[in-house]
């Protein structure tokens, strides 16, 4: 009777276990309806899409009828913290990108400045102000390369001929280059600001790089006395003419031991005139000798050869 009593025991239990399995199931099902109920309900499709003019209307709303007056492109949409940039989402347009004066800088739909294009690719003449003209003066008598010119030449004048108005050695080529220098700031005063600015004369030489060499020979022989103006016309050469005259003039006040009679002031005045296209060759045809000719071959080598000789004797 004991295998009996066990089998029901263990149906009991079965049966205790299946209760209570059933019990925590009604509870589950319970509190899930109880939590359901507790929400909100879905909210109500909004009644905003719907024009405000017409409560009436159906959604969607019917198409428009077709109007003979002309389309009018809709407004962009406008972001709010800008007011003035679309979204992200619209492609911008060059209008809306291009450069304004703002404080932040905006991208620029046009092509990239070049500020030498000007003057690459265009012949208008691009004519100086007096101040500018006074300025370009000033760089030309305080370039290192004039000084270094005024002071070789001073001391080749005094090294050559010691017996000169200025005297022999340091004295002597001090006192020379003093009297250079101020010959060369007087021509710059005169001849590339005052006469040039009173005269709206353009103090620039103008190569002829492209021109035959006849033509660019007699470019640098007639521009002496014939130039061009600010308006980028040919003109008479009031700098060097006029100009030179003043020179000439101021400069019997402070040249030593020199003549200041008519005849010697005029054949001063007709040498430096005669002379004047000298600089004017330089210009127009050393940046040409500097493209053809190799410094280097020329005098350059010449040297380290005249060293390796005397270093093998």
Known sequence: MQPKETGIRHGKCLIGAAALWLIFFCCA???????????????????????????????????????????????????????????PSAKASCGDTQSKSAASPQMSCAPTYDPFQKFIHSAEPHPLTAKQKAVLAGKDVIDPFNLLTIGGVSAFSVATDSHSAYGPGGEGWAKLTGVSFTQDMTNEFFGTFLVPAIAHQDPHYHRMPNASYKRRVAHCIYQVVWTQGDNGKGMFNYANIVGGAFEEAIGDAYVPYRDTGWSAATARYGTALATDPIGNFITEFVPDLARRVNFRAVFVQRIINRVAIEEGQ
Do not use: C, H, N
């Open 29 to 87: 099902i319970v509190s899930a309806e109880a939590q359901i109920q507790s929400l909100p309900d879905a909210p109500m499709p909004a009644m905003e899409l719907v024009s405000a003019a017409d409560p009436g209307q159906s959604f969607p709303p019917a198409a428009p009828a077709p109007s003979k007056s002309p389309m009018i492109a809709p407004v962009r949409p406008v972001s709010g913290l800008t007011g003035s940039m679309p979204f």
